[in-house]
């Protein structure tokens, strides 16, 4: 167990919704990064708080938005959802968000859009 | 051409045997290198982290890093059953004045251990 929570664990819905994943990250942890995986895409980085403020941006589409709050839980915003958009969504924490920390990730929300 | 390039596999190998795991980037500003491990519906875990080029030996898995090459391998001894499951590389480059910018990853070797 990573200390990484995040909920829910599966999501199911449909074409053109909205939906929010939340991510805690282990406790002292400062910095939270959002990630995608994908059978054809492969695990890709979408974005990275610290602190409450937006430090790193990857390869994150505009219909998706993230933010992290004061008490450093963080939510991913999927809007207008796309049958591409099925896939893992991981979070990982670590304590201050340099190149030399350990990124531990959490257990992933498996989307499905139908 | 994709920054780093890794084998799907998958890799099926008898129960003890060594195994060997690659990846090669492109990115030379890579100065982070990571292995992780993860099982099948859950998340990544980080098995190996190596600064630079050199050897890092942790129990069963050594890491390699060969940064002339642009070419990291991961090596588990005695394989077990226990071992079988996706390995994803992942590296990151260094700025200096910190920051980082997410990892980015091989899209993972599928290991089968046979008993």
């Known amino acids: 167990d990573s200390g990484v929570t995040q909920t829910p664990k599966h999501l199911i819905t449909a074409t053109g919704q909205r939906v929010t994943l939340r991510c805690s990250p282990r406790s002292g942890d400062l910095s939270v990064y959002w990630y995608q995986q994908s059978l054809d895409q492969g695990l890709q980085f979408l974005i990275q708080y610290y602190n409450g403020e937006e430090r790193a941006k990857g390869n994150i589409l505009e219909r998706f938005s993230a933010q992290q709050f004061p008490d450093l839980h963080s939510e991913l915003n999927l809007s207008s959802l796309e049958l591409g958009d099925s896939a893992l969504y991981f979070c990982?924490?670590?304590?201050?968000?340099?190149?030399?920390?350990?990124?531990?990730f959490g257990p992933g929300t498996r989307l499905l859009v139908l | 051409q994709k920054e780093v390039e890794q084998d799907p596999g998958p890799l099926s190998v008898p129960e003890g045997a060594i195994v060997s795991l690659n990846c090669t980037y492109s990115n030379s500003a890579f100065q982070y290198f990571m292995w992780y491990r993860q099982y099948s519906r859950k998340g990544p875990e980080l098995l190996m982290y190596?600064?630079?080029?050199g050897n890092k030996e942790d129990g069963r898995f050594t890491a390699q890093v060969d940064k002339s090459s642009k070419y990291i391998s991961l090596f588990i001894r005695d394989s077990q059953p226990s071992d079988s499951a996706t390995y994803l590389c992942a590296m990151s480059a260094s700025f200096g004045g910190g920051g980082a910018d997410g990892l980015t990853f091989g899209k993972g070797t599928h290991l089968i251990i046979q008993p």
């Open positions: 990982a924490s670590s304590e201050l968000g340099t190149n030399q920390e350990t990124q531990y």
């Open positions: 190596t600064y630079s080029s």
